[in-house]
C-alpha cells in the first residue's frame, strides 16, 4: 500500500530537548516535504527537498533541520525545541511534475502532534 | 511565488450541488492547479488537478478560467463526508524548486 509514514504521532517535550520527527515513503518518490499546521494558518512549509542531497527552506524553516540521505526518509529535527513549536506536522512526498501524464499528486502522512513545555 | 486565494468558509444544503472558488492571478504558464482536502484529523488528500481544460473525476470536477485566474471545484452532491477544508494550490511543472504554499483553504460545512 502506498504511503506516508511519521513517527511518533504524538509527543509531549520539554524545552530544550532535541527531538527528531521521522517520515518514510514507500513510493520512490523524488519531492519530499514537511509542513505545519496552526489554527487558523492553514499549512505553512518547513522544508522541501527535490530529491537525495537536495533540500531547501519554506516560508517557516527557523528552528528546524532537515536531512535527506536516501529517498525513502526525510526527518525533521529540533535541535532545541521551543514552545512556539508546539504544532501539528504533516510530511508529504510526491514524485516529480513531468508533464500531463503525471499528477503530481502529494501523498500527506497522518501526522504528527508536538507539545514543547 | 503564485499564491492562491479562497474564501473562508462556506456552506451547502446536503445533497446539492457545491461550487468552491479560487483565485490565482499570478499563475504562470507552467502551473498546474491542485485541489486537496482535509478530513478532521486526518491529513490532505488529492482531489483533483488540471492546466488548461475542465477535468472530471471520481471525486469532483474542475472548472478553470479561460484566462487560468480563477478555477472552481464543484462537488456535485454534497454529503456529510464531504465536510473538511478544501486547498488550492499550483504546483509548477517545469520549475527547479518546488515551493508548494498553500493558505489556509475554505472550510465546507454541510447542513442535513
Known amino acids: 500500500e502506498a504511503q506516508v509514514t511519521q513517527n511518533p504521532r504524538y509527543l509531549i517535550t520539554v524545552t530544550g530537548k532535541k527531538l527528531t520527527v521521522t517520515c518514510s515513503q514507500n513510493?520512490?518518490?523524488?519531492?519530499m516535504s514537511w509542513y505545519r499546521q496552526d489554527p487558523g494558518l492553514g499549512l505553512r512549509q518547513i522544508y522541501y527537498s527535490m530529491n537525495v542531497e537536495v533540500t531547501d527552506k519554506g516560508d517557516v524553516p527557523e528552528g528546524y533541520k532537515v536531512s535527506r540521505k536516501e529517498k525513502r526518509n526525510f526527518p525533521l529535527i529540533l535541535e532545541s525545541p521551543s514552545p512556539n513549536q508546539t504544532s501539528l506536522y504533516f510530511c508529504?512526498?510526491?514524485?516529480?511534475?513531468?508533464?500531463?501524464?503525471?499528477?503530481?499528486?502529494?501523498?500527506f502522512g497522518e501526522g504528527s502532534r508536538l507539545t514543547v513545555l | 511565488d503564485a499564491k492562491t486565494t479562497q474564501p473562508n468558509s462556506m456552506e451547502s444544503n446536503e445533497e446539492e450541488p457545491v461550487h468552491l472558488p479560487c483565485n490565482h492571478s499570478?499563475?504562470?504558464?507552467?502551473?498546474?492547479i491542485h485541489w486537496y482536502r482535509q478530513l478532521p484529523s486526518q491529513g490532505p488528500e488529492y482531489v483533483i488537478h488540471g492546466l488548461t481544460s475542465n477535468v472530471n473525476n471520481r471525486m469532483a470536477s474542475l472548472a478553470i478560467a479561460e484566462d487560468r485566474k480563477s478555477s472552481t471545484l464543484i462537488l456535485h452532491r454534497a454529503t456529510l463526508r464531504d465536510a473538511a477544508v478544501y486547498y488550492c494550490?499550483?504546483?509548477?511543472?517545469?520549475?527547479?524548486?518546488?515551493?508548494?504554499?498553500f493558505g489556509p483553504g475554505t472550510s465546507l460545512s454541510v447542513i442535513p
Open positions: 499570478t499563475i504562470s504558464g507552467t502551473d498546474y
Open positions: 494550490i499550483l504546483r509548477d511543472v517545469e520549475t527547479s524548486y518546488d515551493k508548494v504554499i
Open positions: 508529504a512526498s510526491s514524485s516529480r511534475l513531468a508533464g500531463a501524464e503525471n499528477t503530481g499528486e502529494l501523498f
Open positions: 513510493m520512490n518518490h523524488e519531492y
